[in-house]
């Protein structure tokens, strides 16, 4: 492994792959301002999407719709129903990410552009990760002036909490991901509750949360997650119950409450499994 790891600055964004992007850019726009950045047509079998990079909270997020039959997107949508698929990181130096990378036995999947690769999710736990080095004159963290939001939304979003995925070891997972994007591990909690994370990973300006594998129980998630993989964005707002109140009387569904967590049904969401929060978790790098 090399000494300086990969490089992380920051996360670039989360991905979403939904059956509709209309739909899912509307109703995250209704529920927290989600704003499109840039929309594209990407033909490229890895890719295969139409859709484009959008701001919500503090950070983007990739969403896309399939529209190569057979490419990755497609498979994934067809395969789990879509939601949450990836994170992205922004490094500093591609050539140093990818030697970084390799010297930790993780094979790259694919490498659609010189400036971009992703790394195989079989040698990740099954957390899909992308990782670039290029500038995007649509991103705020590179100068760009955020568009005005469409409607105005219902809760006053602040951040991307954190990403979630579901695994089968979060804490053997946690360190593992620590190894390879080179940041630390931020907290580990063993005997968390179902539902709860038990551990997180820096992201240098977010935290990767990982939950346990539900199995066939889909009482947590509303989804029998079977299978390792992202699968959710946690936004937060400056104050939960406030946020409650406001969801009681929308068209959003609510799939459950827990003290520091209201879980959103993804059938109102445009296929995103999203929970709102009102605190980071614990060793998040902003705080």
């Known amino acids: ?15 979403a792959m939904v059956a ?3 739909a899912a850019v509307a109703r995250l726009g209704e529920l927290g301002g989600l704003r499109v950045l840039e929309y594209s047509d990407n033909p490229q079998p890895e890719i295969g ?18 529209t190569f039959e057979g490419g990755g997107a497609d498979r994934f949508v067809r395969r789990t129903g879509g939601g949450l698929h990836s994170i992205a990181v922004q490094v500093h130096d591609i050539e140093r990410a990818v030697a970084h990378v390799e010297s930790t036995g993780v094979p790259i999947a694919a490498r ?7 790394t195989d999710p079989r040698r990740t736990d099954g957390v899909f990760v992308e990782w670039g080095a290029f ?6 963290r590179f100068g760009a002036e955020l568009p005005p939001t469409e409607v ?20 053997a997972t946690a ?16 005997d968390a509750p179902a539902g709860e994370p038990m551990a997180g990973v820096s992201l240098a300006d977010c935290t990767l949360a990982l939950y346990p594998l539900p199995g066939d129980d889909a009482s947590v998630w509303g989804t ?46 445009g296929g995103v499994q999203v929970a709102i929060v009102d605190a980071l978790l614990p060793g998040d790098p902003r705080q």
């Open 112 to 118: 659609p552009m010189p400036e971009m690769f992703f």
């Open 135 to 140: 500038e995007v004159h649509v991103d705020p």
């Open 152 to 171: 105005i939304p219902l809760l006053d979003i602040r951040t991307q909490a954190f990403v979630g995925s579901v695994v089968a070891d979060p804490l």
């Open 175 to 190: 360190r593992r991901l620590s190894g390879l994007l080179g940041t630390p591990v931020t907290f580990e909690q063993p």
């Open 224 to 269: 029998a997650y079977s299978a390792p993989r992202c699968h959710l964005l946690a936004l937060s707002v400056p104050e939960l119950g406030a946020a409650r109140a406001a969801l009681e009387a929308s068209s959003f569904g609510v799939l459950r409450d827990t003290p520091t967590m209201t879980v959103l049904d993804p059938a109102t969401t």
């Open 1 to 15: 492994m090399s000494s300086d790891g990969p490089g992380v600055r920051w996360m670039f964004h989360s991905t």
């Open 49 to 66: 999407r139409r859709g484009g990079m959008t701001w919500i909270g503090d950070n983007s997020i990739e969403i896309g719709q399939p």
């Open 20 to 22: 509709d992007y209309d």
